[in-house]
């Protein structure tokens, strides 16, 4: 009894019950705040001669369009269905507009209009609930399903299985990372294991390379930037590459999957040679800023813009600080972190729960087995030729043939040399067994993403911005928006796709209203702020994939990972917004 009466006041059931209540509350007495974004659409010339328009990916015909005063996605009309109980059928229309005026009598103009809903501060429900149980508890699995909960009962989804989880995990898109990260990547690493090409590969480096701790950090952060495909590519390929020469010099887990982290995505703004500058472009455009009216306009602007992104540029002169061992200041549980696996060899610490399980390092090689450190080369060097040939030829590198080659040819390599076939396959499936924790908490993680998403608070903080009167706090203020969608969401790319089409005309507007002599400068500083918030919130929040995969890629526990990684973001992020504020001063 005194048990149950002590588990009964943990803060924790408390916060989770309290977030199902309030959920509860508000689902039923507070409905959504629904706003309709128009985007005007250009009519061409198709290749049968006739009228389209390009809406979306796709190219429409003109007759397909519904006439404006008919459309469900109207305010008005929107508040109507809520009032009945109900949703608009769908949230994206193409619609025309006929025009009455003198000179334009009959004339029709083409819209695309995207319904989205908010529920003001309460919009972060799900996300807070999820984020404070895994600080708390330090267990991510429980805590992203209380905050999934959370969210299915503030969009009255009272089916979570059928309604969420279901609808959620059976995608293209939860496919694609089971067969990526649980099969393919999972069975590399038990290949490897099995070979014992993953020890041969630490062994060489170690004797010809890497000749302690601080040497194999830098050997991490050097993989970090020379790997800049995007944020989780190089999460899995640096977090799987240095981890067996990192474990044998006693790197602990946690300064592993910091270096690993702080060069992902990161990096990838920096040298921006991947697909970012083109997912990007599309949000950039500005009515009247004739330097952002094409395609390849907004792409050198993006390029241009790459000297001002200084929280990556200091997180990445941070984490190259810390792999020397030269950081002038580091927060106490990451010194004890790097002494503990110094002094004792303990890389994770007590009572932790690594998202990569042991089970690779009892993997036994078959008698009579010589590894070669080839072994692992090969296939790492298979892997890294595809995914940038893919990227070359495709302009989008396809990491599933990537890791398809890497594990075919290590298989291949290991059968020639003699390994039978059924002990190939039983490494394969012990590396897939341990990645398993971390595939779930991936899995329901782009959930809550989702769900955090439906509920509309990137669009509730979009809401907020209105006429700014001191521009000088214009960058720093994009940059805390920014943070807060990508921390609540976990993902950096949806944070852009909300923020950028608001910051980007407003930072414009007040360039011009506050007749600075730099206006330009200015509008390039507020895109540099916004882009470096939603890589600082997707690089620090416990349910952004890329850091779900440095924790599980390095064999880390996912809270010991985030807790010891936001100190050392914070510095990047204070640096960073002093100098946003500075240059903001001087465009006057």
């Known amino acids: 009894m005194i048990e149950v009466g002590k588990r009964l006041r943990s803060p924790a059931l408390w916060v989770m019950v309290g977030s199902v209540l309030a959920a509860v509350v508000v689902a039923r007495s507070v409905g959504p705040t629904w706003t309709v974004d128009q985007r005007a659409l250009q009519v061409e010339i198709g290749d049968a001669g006739q009228e389209v328009v390009l809406v979306g990916q796709e190219w429409l015909p003109l007759e397909q369009a519904t006439p404006a005063a008919e459309s469900q996605l109207q305010v008005e009309k929107l508040a109507e269905l809520h009032t009945k109980g109900s949703v608009p059928d769908v949230t ?28 003001g501060v309460w ?22 399903l209380a905050g999934i909960v959370v969210g299915a009962l503030l969009v009255a989804q009272y089916d979570v299985v059928q309604q969420v989880l279901i609808p959620s995990i059976g995608t293209v898109r939860a496919a694609g990372i089971l067969i990526l990260y649980l099969w393919l990547l999972g069975g590399l690493l038990g290949v490897w294991a099995k070979t014992g090409a993953s020890l041969a590969f630490a062994e060489y480096v170690s004797t010809h390379w890497v000749s302690g701790p601080r040497s194999a950090k830098l050997a991490a952060w050097v993989l970090g930037v020379l790997f800049f495909q995007g944020g989780t590519i190089s999460a899995v390929l640096v977090g799987t ?3 067996p020469l990192a474990d044998k010099q006693r790197v602990s887990h946690e300064e592993l999957s910091l270096i690993v982290d702080s060069t992902a995505s990161p990096v990838a703004v920096l040298l921006a040679l991947n697909a970012w500058p083109a997912f990007v472009q599309g949000f950039l455009g500005v009515a009247g800023v004739a330097y952002l009216a094409t395609e390849q306009d907004r792409i050198s602007f993006f ?7 200084f929280y990556a540029i200091f997180i990445v002169l941070l984490a190259f600080l810390l792999s020397i061992e030269k950081l002038p200041w580091m927060s106490a549980k990451l010194r004890t972190a790097r002494q503990r696996a110094r002094d004792t060899g303990q890389l994770d610490a007590p009572g932790s ?19 070669d450190v080839w072994e692992f080369l090969l296939p790492l060097v298979a892997l890294l030729g595809v995914a940038v040939g893919s990227y070359l030829v495709l302009d989008s590198p396809n990491v599933v043939w990537a890791f398809t080659a890497a594990l075919l040819l290590g298989a291949g390599i290991a059968w020639i040399k003699g390994m039978k076939l059924t002990t ?11 990645l398993v924790l971390g595939s779930v908490i991936l899995l329901l993680a782009i959930t809550i993403g989702d769900l955090s998403q439906q509920v509309g608070g990137g669009r509730y903080l979009v809401a907020l911005q209105g006429d700014f009167q001191w521009y000088w706090l214009l960058p720093a203020t994009v940059f805390g928006m920014a943070v807060v969608i990508s921390f609540s969401t976990g993902s950096s790319w949806a944070t852009f796709a909300v923020t950028l089409p608001l910051v980007m005309p407003l930072a414009a507007a007040v360039g011009i209203s506050q007749g600075l002599a730099h206006p330009d400068l200015f509008l390039a500083i507020c895109f540099a702020a916004c882009l470096n918030g939603g890589v600082f919130g997707d690089q620090c929040s416990p349910i952004s994939d890329t850091t779900i995969l440095s924790a599980m890629c390095t064999g880390g526990d996912l809270m010991d990972h985030v807790t010891t990684q936001l100190p050392l973001a914070l510095q990047a992020a204070v640096l960073a917004v002093v100098g946003w504020t500075a240059i903001a001063l001087a465009c006057a």
Do not use: D
């Open 92 to 119: 994206e229309q193409f619609v025309y507009e006929t025009l009455h005026g003198e000179n334009l009598p009959g004339e029709k103009r083409y819209f695309q209009l995207t319904a989205s809903r908010h529920w």
């Open 424 to 434: 190939i396959v039983s490494g394969a499936i012990e590396g897939q067994k341990s």
């Open 241 to 243: 590459t240095v981890k």
């Open 303 to 309: 390029f241009k813009c790459i000297p001002l992104n």
């Open 353 to 371: 729960e690594p998202l990569a399980s042991n089970e690779l390092a009892q993997v036994p090689m078959p008698v009579g087995y010589t590894p």
């Open 123 to 144: 919009s972060f429900l799900p996300a807070l609930t999820a984020i404070l149980l895994c600080w708390m508890t330090k267990e991510p699995i429980s805590s992203l």
